[in-house]
């Protein structure tokens, strides 16, 4: 008897063992994130409703006196049409204004939806204060402007959409996005969109049907970003300024610098408004007045001292590799839930900081004539006692666990023979393995879309 609860004990430890070698922390995490977007419709007081989970990001609905208005309208116009729909059982009043809170695609995508219902709504927008290069929707007006394309291209991948859903988990601060039709394949189209109101100040009152806004000016995520405040409501609409994750202070589709320092100054406006309800563009409302105050302010402690501390490693002299390792959140904030490093990362707001103030340049005269990558691949192959002993050390590397070595070591070798097909598997092996234990979203996308565009490339995808 004894012996088989000892059997019995003993298979038990060995399944958990083994359920939880398949399963790394940071994907427990990420996993347990995607609570943040399971739909709901949620009322606040007598005329707001927060959908959250309908699509990437959250859309509202406000009852006036004679019609509604909505902040934001999602990115995909097939699922705005189901969210349009819900909202129809609620009331059947007329659109009057759709208030945009910034020029990102998954803000304003699906709104044909709603203008469908032809009642000619005012749809609101913030033009940046930053001179005449700026406006609504600039950052991907300035990629077209220049010619870019690539930032697609890293975008996609980014938002994993070729991921099949066994390694697809989130995208950080969202759900999914709508395979069909995304922000990433519209082209034209996004950067067509233009409102009909502009706000260009930096706070402006306005009356839309009955109910009074407040639309602030709130630098974050893009130079277009608004809050929007209802004083009576005590409502706050953040945009992507504030949601719940450490913030995308860079992102790795890349972009033009994020202006870290007007992010927190955006956040300390909003903790002027002592708001109760904290509606963010992206994951679920914060409610009562001590959690926003909470949430605000470990917000705007976080993105200034990752700001503050850079600037000053900057000024001791520092690299942003010397930086990198310099600039650490304190425990205080870094053990805090809605910091969590699910869409933006702390070292790589540092390298971003940096580079907007400084350029590509990091202080070391050595970089300023750097080998090319295949001299330096030449030397570093020598110096291992040959191409083939650096090989086995990259195949060593992977099998003793030690992956992100292991696919620098690949870098080498494919700097030598880019048709390399036991290399590229490689690397793309490696990028998988590293992918399991990163809990940003943004940078586990990227690496496994990555890694099967490799193998794609090897055409050994079957393979596996
Ligand atoms: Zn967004």
């Known amino acids: 008897m004894k012996n088989s609860i000892f059997t019995l004990i003993t298979a038990l430890l060995v399944f958990t063992t083994t359920a939880n070698a398949q399963e790394t922390e940071a994907t427990r995490l990420?996993?347990?994130?995607?609570?943040?977007?399971?739909?709901?419709?949620?009322?606040?007081?007598?005329?707001?409703?927060?959908?959250?989970?309908?699509?990437?990001?959250?859309?509202?609905?406000?009852?006036?006196?004679?019609?509604?208005?909505?902040?934001?309208?999602?990115?995909?116009?097939?699922?705005?049409?189901?969210?349009?729909?819900?909202?129809?059982?609620?009331?059947?009043?007329?659109?009057?204004?759709?208030l945009i809170t910034h020029g990102h695609g998954d803000h304003f995508g699906g709104i044909q939806a709603f203008l469908a219902e032809g009642d000619n709504p005012q749809v609101w927008g913030?033009?940046?204060?930053?001179?005449?290069?700026?406006?609504?929707?600039?950052?991907?007006?300035?990629?077209?402007?220049?010619?870019?394309?690539?930032?697609?291209?890293?975008?996609?991948?980014?938002?994993?959409?070729i991921l099949p859903d066994s390694i697809h988990i989130n995208n950080g601060v969202a759900?999914?996005?709508?395979?069909?039709?995304?922000?990433?394949?519209?082209?034209?189209?996004?950067?067509?969109?233009?409102?009909?109101?502009?706000?260009?100040?930096?706070?402006?009152?306005?009356?839309?049907?009955?109910?009074?806004?407040?639309?602030?000016?709130?630098?974050?995520?893009?130079?277009?970003?608004?809050?929007?405040?209802?004083?009576?409501?005590?409502?706050?609409?953040?945009?992507?300024?504030?949601?719940?994750?450490?913030?995308?202070?860079?992102?790795?589709?890349?972009?033009?610098?994020?202006?870290?320092?007007?992010?927190?100054?955006?956040?300390?406006?909003?903790?002027?408004?002592?708001?109760?309800?904290?509606?963010?563009?992206?994951?679920?409302?914060?409610?009562?007045?001590?959690?926003?105050?909470?949430?605000?302010?470990d917000y705007r402690d976080a993105i200034k001292f990752v700001f503050d501390k850079t600037i000053e490693g900057i000024n001791k002299g520092m690299t942003p590799d010397q930086l990198v390792a310099y600039v650490k959140l304190p425990e205080h904030l870094a053990s805090k839930p809605n910091l969590i490093e699910y869409y933006g990362r702390v070292d790589w707001s540092v390298r971003s900081i940096f580079t907007g103030y400084l350029g590509w340049f990091d202080g070391n005269p050595v970089n300023l004539n750097r080998l090319t990558p295949k001299t330096e691949a030449e030397k570093m192959a020598q110096m291992a006692g040959g191409e083939d002993k650096l090989r086995a050390n990259a195949l060593k590397a992977f099998e003793d666990g030690d992956f992100q070595w292991s696919a620098q070591l690949s870098d080498y070798l494919l700097a030598l023979n880019d048709t390399d097909k036991e290399i590229i598997e490689l690397?793309?092996?490696?990028?998988?393995?590293?992918?399991?234990?990163?809990?940003?979203?943004?940078?586990?996308?990227?690496?496994?879309?990555?890694?099967?565009?490799?193998?794609?490339?090897?055409?050994?995808?079957?393979?596996?």
Do not use: C
């Open 30 to 98: 990420l996993k347990e994130q995607n609570k943040e977007f399971v739909p709901e419709i949620i009322k606040f007081g007598d005329n707001v409703w927060f959908a959250v989970g309908h699509d990437v990001s959250n859309v509202a609905m406000i009852e006036g006196e004679t019609g509604i208005i909505l902040v934001d309208a999602g990115q995909s116009p097939v699922r705005m049409e189901a969210l349009r729909q819900k909202f129809r059982q609620i009331t059947d009043k007329p659109i009057r204004a759709i």
């Open 126 to 161: 913030r033009k940046g204060a930053l001179g005449e290069n700026t406006g609504f929707n600039i950052e991907a007006r300035a990629g077209k402007m220049a010619g870019l394309t690539y930032a697609n291209t890293r975008g996609a991948r980014q938002a994993g959409i």
């Open 175 to 297: 759900p999914r996005p709508d395979k069909k039709r995304t922000m990433f394949t519209r082209g034209e189209e996004t950067v067509e969109f233009s409102p009909t109101h502009f706000f260009t100040g930096e706070r402006e009152k306005i009356e839309i049907d009955g109910i009074s806004f407040e639309l602030v000016a709130a630098s974050g995520e893009t130079y277009d970003n608004m809050y929007i405040w209802m004083p009576e409501q005590k409502v706050l609409f953040t945009g992507d300024t504030y949601y719940k994750s450490f913030p995308n202070l860079y992102t790795i589709r890349g972009s033009q610098y994020r202006d870290v320092q007007s992010w927190y100054q955006s956040i300390e406006k909003m903790l002027g408004e002592d708001a109760e309800y904290l509606l963010p563009g992206h994951t679920r409302p914060i409610v009562g007045k001590e959690k926003v105050k909470e949430s605000l302010t």
């Open 427 to 464: 690397k793309a092996d490696a990028l998988m393995e590293i992918a399991k234990t990163m809990v940003t979203a943004t940078g586990r996308n990227y690496m496994n879309s990555y890694a099967i565009q490799l193998k794609q490339k090897t055409g050994n995808l079957e393979k596996k």
